[in-house]
């Protein structure tokens, strides 16, 4: 099919994103046409989104620009159950403060891709509906339309049954189901998007809707972002890697992506940017030296989407020039250190790994310093207690090298 006759759902699926469907004529007709006003829900587990909620925000803007309204669920609510979905462990319980401080981090970073401009995409917190209901009347009038029996059959029940599943957890499938009926009765909402371990609590909210309404409502789930390995994307260090520029600098951020796997990095360019499927295309036949350069394209592009064309701009410099040149930029990710940090005037280059986020602990940090990954400027760290005196740290700083790609500078202020 000619790219420019092309429907959003042709690209949507050209571009590897559709998973599952409720009813594929319908959604089709539904975001071709701009009829569909359609909601992610977004639980505030953190005060930050990740680079695992990317695919759902780009999946927005896409819709949007093609004519359709997006409503932004904010979890106010459901944070306070906690998802079992994808989870070996119960959520750690988050208190009312901490859960509101996050829903409005996670407003201020939507805004750079959403539209919320009046009679545009809204923004809605399900606190507002959810934190008044009456437990009692919501048994009755709820609790009815779910089967036990279905529900364990649920895929994200079911992995959790071995270790135990907390009834609290066991209330999220309703919890979620009850939003779309309440966004379909009270904002004509006629779709849900959500990732593909969604699919069972997406279908719950279908099913509530035609029991109580006796109206069709559908729900379409998009691929989980793995790597080749089947592992979700998105973690570096055992990390998440987070919009929010204060938790993962742009040049970090930059870095992530630049450093994806070979077997990735067409799968990443096709599914999170918006570059032209012809491009992309071109780029099937890519191999060698040309893979770096897909990497640095893809980097490039999300860093602009989160950050800005300036800081793209920024990361990009500074990685090249500590990857052809190997010396310092002005642009390097840096970590200020004060004297609170020192002991008897030095540091522990472990330490550094840690406070500067190379390395989650430690343990892993000397791990790297035994396997040889750690250099200080060009020098390999040898022994696990190697320390940086106050004077190495001051004026320019010193560079820390985990492997060949990452690279923070150390300064003492």
Excluded at 192 to 197: I, T
Excluded at 199 to 216: A, H, P, V, Y
Aim: some cysteine.
């Amino acid at each position: 099919m000619p790219k420019e006759t092309m429907t959003i759902f042709d690209e949507l699926k050209a571009r590897g994103l559709i998973a599952q469907m409720t009813n594929e004529e319908e959604i089709k007709n539904l975001i071709n046409n701009g009829k569909a006003t359609f909601y992610i829900g977004f639980d505030c587990t953190a005060d930050s989104l990740t680079a695992g909620h990317f695919m759902a925000l780009t999946l927005m803007k896409r819709l949007q620009m093609a004519g359709n309204k997006p409503i932004a669920l904010i979890g106010g609510g459901t944070t306070m159950i906690g998802d079992p979905s994808g989870r070996t462990d119960m959520r750690k319980m988050l208190t009312k403060e901490d859960i509101d401080h996050n829903a409005e981090c996670f407003k201020r970073q939507m805004e750079k891709f959403i539209d919320f401009g009046e009679g545009k995409a809204k923004m809605i917190n399900n606190a507002d509906w959810l934190l008044k209901l009456n437990y009692v009347e919501m048994l009755r009038d709820v609790g009815a339309c779910f089967s036990v029996n279905n529900m364990l059959r649920a895929e994200c029940y079911k992995q959790r049954m071995e270790k135990g599943l907390s009834f609290l957890e066991f209330n999220y499938m309703i919890m979620q189901s009850y939003d779309f009926y309440y966004l379909f009765r009270n904002y004509d909402c006629n779709l849900q998007f959500g990732g593909d371990d969604q699919w069972s609590n997406m279908l719950g909210g279908t099913e509530l809707i035609r029991r109580k309404l006796g109206k069709d409502a559908n729900a379409m789930t998009i691929t989980l972002l793995t790597d080749s390995q089947g592992k979700k994307m998105g973690k570096t260090a055992g990390n998440a890697v987070w919009l929010d520029p204060k938790k993962t600098s742009p040049y970090d951020f930059y870095q992530y992506w630049r450093n994806v796997a070979d077997a990735d990095v067409l799968k990443c360019i096709r599914m999170l940017t918006f570059l032209p499927l012809e491009q992309i295309d071109a780029m099937d036949g890519w191999e060698g030296s040309q893979l770096n350069t897909a990497k640095e394209i893809l980097a490039y592009e999300l860093t602009k989407l989160v950050h800005g064309e300036e800081e793209a701009e920024k990361a990009q410099s500074a990685a090249k020039a500590l990857f052809v040149g190997g010396g310092a930029s002005a642009d390097m990710p840096t970590t200020e250190l004060t004297e609170a940090d020192l002991k008897d005037g030095a540091v522990q280059v472990a330490d550094l790994l840690v406070i500067g986020k190379m390395a989650p602990s430690k343990g892993e940090a000397k791990r790297l310093i035994q396997q040889g990954g750690i250099l200080v400027g060009d020098e390999k760290v040898e022994r696990f207690d190697a320390a940086l005196t106050a004077e190495l740290l001051k004026g320019e700083g010193v560079v820390l090298k985990k492997g060949k790609k990452t690279y923070r500078r150390f300064v003492l202020k």
